[in-house]
């Protein structure tokens, strides 16, 4: 039984929604737009959830394997969910500000520490020498900028990664 129609599990989770949303959003016809932009941003997040609901057995003998958690402890799934959060945000710094996003869009206030804008032409907002010369989406965090599209395919690379790295 499913909830999101033919999508089953993390993989397909993964390439019927992330990578199609992705792909959609980083064309030429889509890179500027809020509307995918935050899509992506949501189904991002939201596949280290799948990711851990469909393979926390394979995460748990990696970490206990790699040494990032005693066996003793793999059978506490709290735990281990809290270390593989941790995991996922040490190895793709990115994620962070994909769950920053992700969260914008279920409240009216800023409640993390990023703001976004959407700029046209050439912008220099004297953020760490940065300047923009495109219609790109943006993220500032720590006075630095950021393009969105470069954060969404760090993440989405990431997971590319993580199935390959587990064998899955």
Not at 36 to 57: L, N, T
Request: glycine share 4%; with cysteine; aromatic share 14%.
């Amino acid at each position: 039984m499913t909830t999101t129609f033919e999508v089953k599990n993390a993989k397909e989770y993964y390439e019927k929604f992330l990578l199609c949303q992705a792909d959609e959003f980083l064309s030429e016809k889509y890179y500027n737009s809020s509307r995918h932009a935050v899509a992506c941003a949501i189904f991002a997040y939201h596949q280290r959830e799948w990711f851990w609901q469909d393979y926390k057995d394979i995460i748990k003998a990696y970490f206990v394997a790699n040494k990032i958690i005693k066996n003793s402890q793999s059978s506490n799934d709290d735990f281990v969910e809290c270390k593989f959060n941790e995991y996922v945000n040490s190895k793709c710094p990115d994620f962070r500000i994909i769950r920053e996003v992700c969260n914008g869009t279920k409240h009216l206030t800023v409640v993390g520490n990023i703001n976004t804008l959407k700029r046209r032409g050439a912008f220099n907002g004297g953020f760490s020498g940065t300047s923009i010369n495109t219609n790109d989406l943006v993220i500032i965090k720590d006075n630095n900028l950021l393009i969105f599209k470069d954060i969404l395919k760090n993440v989405v690379d990431y997971w590319a990664n993580l199935f390959k790295l587990l064998k899955i």
